[in-house]
């Protein structure tokens, strides 16, 4: 006999909230039996809130907390899901125990590329995994979001670097610009000309710098971006010319 069990799934980023409505798009949740590779649910994360940040544990809290580096003393903060949180909910049959195969695609400019976190869970039929803030996927990562503005062979080089929900950078937030290095690195396209500059703090998660050219071409730009605290990584690519 089959039994209806609900499967409650988010998505968050690591040291970051849930990916909701300042992401780019939240995620597409697939849902598989491990064993036959059946597809039993798949879809979008709905529209919801990120969720909330506390300064206690409770029980509707994700189990990885954001961490704000700190001397003497870090800052911790638990990630809180409500009802209007966002969320990917489905409800399937099972006749047996099962293992899940569950994977969040995570879309993103074609800069940086799409990225995806999977897991795989066992359940029981009508044991719902709905406890707490549901089934967490984490989501490693950086958003980089890159921009090049040239005046003749001058150019800016900016670049907008978020957690992966898309929450921002700034002095006295929870993701502090001292525990972030965003670096750029330009090379022509005959090879003639490369160049790796470390990237300032503006405001707001934007960071810039200026570089000279030699001369008029073609070029590509990687900017890079990493946590130090937490390793998280964000790479974009982009082309230009002057």
Do not use: H
Not at 110 to 132: C, H, R
Not at 171 to 183: H, L, M, Q, R, S
Not at 224 to 240: E, K, L, P, Y
């Amino acid at each position: 006999m089959s039994i209806s069990t609900t499967i409650l799934c988010r998505v968050q980023a690591r040291d970051g909230m849930f990916l909701g409505p300042d992401s780019f798009g939240g995620a597409v949740i697939t849902i598989k039996d491990v064993v036959t590779q059946k597809v039993l649910a798949t879809g979008f994360t709905d529209t919801g809130n990120s969720g909330s940040r506390l300064t206690s544990y409770a029980s509707n809290v994700s189990p990885a907390p954001i961490v704000t580096p700190g001397t003497p003393n870090s800052m911790i903060y638990w990630v809180a899901a409500a009802t209007d949180t966002v969320k990917f909910e489905a409800t399937i049959k099972l006749t047996d125990a099962t293992l899940l195969d569950i994977t969040a695609r995570i879309p993103l400019p074609k800069e940086q590329g799409d990225q995806f976190v999977q897991a795989t869970e066992w359940v029981i039929p009508g044991k719902d995994l709905t406890v707490g803030a549901g089934f967490v996927l984490e989501a490693p990562g950086l958003w980089v979001q890159p921009e090049i503005v040239s005046n003749k062979t001058m150019v800016r080089v900016r670049a907008k670097v978020t957690m992966m929900c898309g929450c921002e950078i700034n002095n006295g937030a929870p993701w502090i610009p001292e525990d972030f290095e965003v670096t750029v690195l330009i090379n022509s396209e005959e090879g003639s000309f490369e160049k790796t500059s470390p990237m300032s703090f503006e405001d707001n998660s934007q960071f810039f710098i200026d570089v000279t050219l030699p001369k008029k071409g073609n070029y590509t730009a990687e900017i890079q971006a990493f946590q130090i605290s937490t390793a998280n990584t964000g790479v974009a690519r982009t082309s230009f010319s002057v």
